[in-house]
């Protein structure tokens, strides 16, 4: 059954929470589709893919290059892939991203789907039509706004998915509800990673509730002038730290968020009481407050952050839990700001 239809200005995007794998037999023809997943789910989970035609990537970060898209692009034409050809990519961001952008440009684009397999996949990569790959040091520079014809959710595929790759994506969990719900935030605090990561019931629900504060973000800014923004609360500082202390993104986006916090603060009345709660429940899904960065280093790669215009910098902060707004602060404030903030 159908739960939702999430209409984007270009395509309505069917999505079926709560659904089974085989469901893909209703929804494309299985002999002139193509999947394409990573060797560790391929690996994990075979069996799912046995009556396929499949295409396994490398896993990775480090794999989500252009190399990679042409890879896939040589192996569509060894299977005979021709425009009518559905491609469906299983798999966390990093498949997600790299076949929503294959699938675009391959014969100037062929219809896909996404059955998300991790956390952040679910709640987060696959949702909102941003696909593509890294350019060397440059994360998503080339890529396409395309959405995927739907979203399959079978939450058993988390069962497979490390322990690591779970808390990682709360990260974005928490973020969603720094900026857009209290109510859920509260929940958050009320349970627990446990909680969550014991019972597939409670982790579909969550999911589900996340995936609908994304898509009424996206919905209303598909293309990131304004609300948008605010799914980057945690990332701009968080992003630096990603890349000088070599953290994995949860990790370092919680950092961030934190330090958002510590930032909205100072200049946008936010309490020292909510900073406090924030940090609270990151550490109570086992996400790091604080870590030992580089804070010279961290700064000269925030700078060059793309969300950088002129001599002020674009940086979401909270009003309270659940509201987030976007501030221009001159960088020299920043500076400041940053460098007296313990993190
Ligand atoms: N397009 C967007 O709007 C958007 C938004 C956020 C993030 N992203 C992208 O998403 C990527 C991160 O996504 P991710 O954290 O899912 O990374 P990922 O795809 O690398 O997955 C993380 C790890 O988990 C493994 N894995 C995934 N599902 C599994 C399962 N069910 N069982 C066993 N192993 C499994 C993968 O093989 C990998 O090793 C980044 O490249 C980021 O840029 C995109
Ligand atoms: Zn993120």
Redesign the pocket.
Known sequence: MLDKNYVFSEKAVSVFFDANFSKLHDLVDKENSVLIT?E??FA??SEKFSAWKTIVIK???QY?NQQAVDDIVRQLIELNADRQTFIVGV???????ITGYAASIYMRGVKFGFVP??I??MV??S??G??GVDVGVY??LVGVINHPQFLLYDYS??E???KA?WI??FAEIIKHACIKDEKMFQFLQEKSFEYFYSSSRSIGKLIQQNVEIKYNVVVNDERETGERKLLNFGHTIGHAIENTAKLP?GSAISIGMVAACAISEKINGFSKTDTHKVKELISKYHLPVSFDIDKEKTWDILLHDKKKSGKDMNFIVLDSIGKACVKKIPIQELQEIFFSINL
């Not at 798999?91 to 991203?97: I, K």
């Open positions: 990573d560790n789910i994990k989970l896993a990775g970060e989500k798999g966390g961001g990093v498949v997600t991203d397999t991790s952040l996949a987060d990569a949702i909102g941003k696909n994360k998503n595929f988390l497979a998915l490390p790759e990682n994506g993104h």
